[in-house]
């Protein structure tokens, strides 16, 4: 079974400084993996998903993720973190069975942002 | 506007009080779903469906049901419900044609508290 583990379930950083928020995934197969943020009191919103075309994928608000397959890792960053960046963010990792992708989350982390 | 609506937003109740929970999108997506978002545990699958009539369990499906009659509405119903169903409710759609990297769009949640 396929599964996603994030490392910290709350991190904090200044306005302005670097965001890395860990993925690790564990799967047999080629993963498919895919970042979601839930901003307060709203849904999920899809950020960025890896599809294998390319390693490095770029996202929306500045965001991006690189898929490390020897590291089985999917970390998200931001270079430069803006207060409309606090929100809980999840990795999840499709799992495609029976004709159907189903998610598989992370525990989510929560990061805020400090001026 | 393209979204998955759900109602209510809000509901508190009391064990064994029977209560449904709409959730309708305006894709045409084939594929609907369900999941519990709880703290430490980010979002778990209660039911998915994969078109009208066709509904399968996902991972937490104990106290729940659903039906699909119609494309566009996927309701989760609580027979009798209990406190540990307290929980935010997340209903999603999607649309097959990429397998396993199909985007799934969420609605904005339920956040139901059973006393």
């Known amino acids: 079974a396929q599964s996603v583990t994030q490392l910290g379930s709350h991190v904090s950083v200044s306005e302005g400084a670097l965001v890395l928020l860990r993925c690790n995934y564990s799967s047999s197969v080629p993963p498919y993996l895919f970042w979601y943020v839930q901003y307060p009191n709203q849904g999920l919103q899809l950020l960025l998903k890896y599809t294998s075309a390319a390693t490095l994928v770029k996202g929306i608000n500045g965001f991006e993720a690189e898929f490390k397959k020897s590291e089985t890792s999917f970390h998200l960053t931001k270079p430069s973190a803006h207060m409309s960046d606090a929100a809980e963010y999840f990795c999840a990792v499709s799992e495609f069975s029976g004709g159907y992708n189903k998610l598989i989350f992370g525990a989510g982390t929560r990061l805020a942002v400090h001026p | 506007e393209a979204q998955v609506t759900q109602n209510p937003r809000y509901l508190i109740t009391v064990t064994g009080k029977k209560l449904t929970v709409t959730c309708s999108q305006n894709?045409?997506?084939?594929?609907m779903s369900w999941y519990r978002q709880d703290p430490g545990l980010g979002l778990r699958q209660i039911y998915y469906?994969?078109?009208?009539?066709?509904?399968d369990k996902g991972d937490v499906p104990e106290g729940y049901k659903v039906s699909r009659k119609e494309k566009r509405n996927f309701p989760l119903i609580l027979e009798s419900p209990s406190p540990n169903q307290t929980s935010l409710y997340f209903c999603?759609?999607?649309?097959?044609?990429?397998?396993?990297?199909?985007?799934?769009?969420f609605g904005p949640g339920t956040r139901l508290t059973v006393l």
């Open positions: 894709m045409n997506h084939e594929y």
């Open positions: 999603a759609s999607s649309s097959p044609g990429q397998g396993a990297t199909d985007t799934q769009y």
């Open positions: 469906s994969m078109n009208v009539e066709v509904t």
